[in-house]
């Protein structure tokens, strides 16, 4: 399997653009989660998807962030409009829930967004 | 809130020596920890998961423990490596969530290894 999949690997954008971060998940996984991370911050968790279904959205910063899981091959993180406090390396990451538990998480290579 | 702190946030030792680097969690009533690597530029890659009822596991020249009632986990790398220089961050999900897949991340420790 090719891994978790980000596109693009890096995103160099000015103040008030939108930005779209892209992830292909890993063919089985039924978790989905997007990270940021940051010098300042560390990893934080900004939101993750069961079976294409949002289940914990409470660390997206604010409206101006959104994710979306049309199908279970594919999710979005749109940064609408966009701030330079947005730079971060931006993480997605997938997992397979067997009977009982959860599988560790794959980690995707990230997007490197910087906001000028 | 959980809170996890590892100490040293650096750590640099001679290679072939044995290391142990520190993680500690404010909240005992975990489901499980993991021990991740990050290499520069990359992604994290899970190393050691330790479910709540085990005290240990062991891959390789890595060895986790986990003490939940003191709320402190070790990673001890034997005769370490420069290959294995990378940042090293520990990950609890909280029993307390059942069902929440949320994990809380240490800061991390960034070890070097001096050839």
């Known amino acids: 399997d090719a891994g978790v999949i980000q596109s693009p690997r890096h995103e160099v954008t000015e103040m008030g653009q939108e930005v779209t971060l892209r992830c292909k998940p890993i063919?089985?996984?039924?978790?989905l989660f997007w990270y940021r991370q940051t010098m300042m911050r560390g990893l934080e968790l900004l939101i993750y998807?069961?079976?294409?279904?949002?289940?914990?959205d409470s660390g997206m910063p604010e409206d101006r962030f959104s994710a979306k899981m049309p199908n279970a091959s594919f999710s979005t993180l749109k940064i609408q409009p966009s701030e330079p406090r947005d730079s971060a390396v931006y993480f997605c990451?997938?997992?397979?829930?067997?009977?009982?538990?959860?599988?560790?998480?794959?980690f995707g290579p990230g997007t490197r967004l910087t906001v000028l | 809130k959980q809170e996890v702190t590892q100490i040293p946030a650096a750590l640099s030792v001679p290679e072939g020596e044995n290391l142990v680097l520190n993680c500690s969690f404010t909240?005992?009533?975990?489901?499980?920890l993991q021990w991740f690597r990050q290499d520069p530029g990359k992604g994290l890659t899970s190393l050691l998961l330790?479910?709540?009822?085990?005290r240990e596991q062991t891959s390789g020249r890595l060895n986790a423990s986990l003490d939940k009632s003191s709320g402190r986990s070790t990673l001890y790398i034997a005769a370490s490596q420069p290959g294995d220089s990378a940042t090293y961050l520990c990950?609890?999900?909280?029993?307390?969530?059942?069902?929440?897949?949320?994990?809380?991340f240490g800061t991390g420790t960034r070890l070097t290894i001096i050839p």
């Open positions: 063919s089985g996984h039924d978790y």
């Open positions: 330790i479910q709540s009822s085990q």
């Open positions: 990451a997938s997992s397979f829930t067997r009977v009982g538990r959860t599988d560790t998480q794959y």
């Open positions: 990950a609890v999900k909280g029993a307390s969530n059942f069902g929440n897949e949320k994990l809380t």
């Open positions: 998807f069961n079976n294409n279904v949002p289940i914990d």
């Open positions: 909240d005992s009533a975990i489901y499980n």
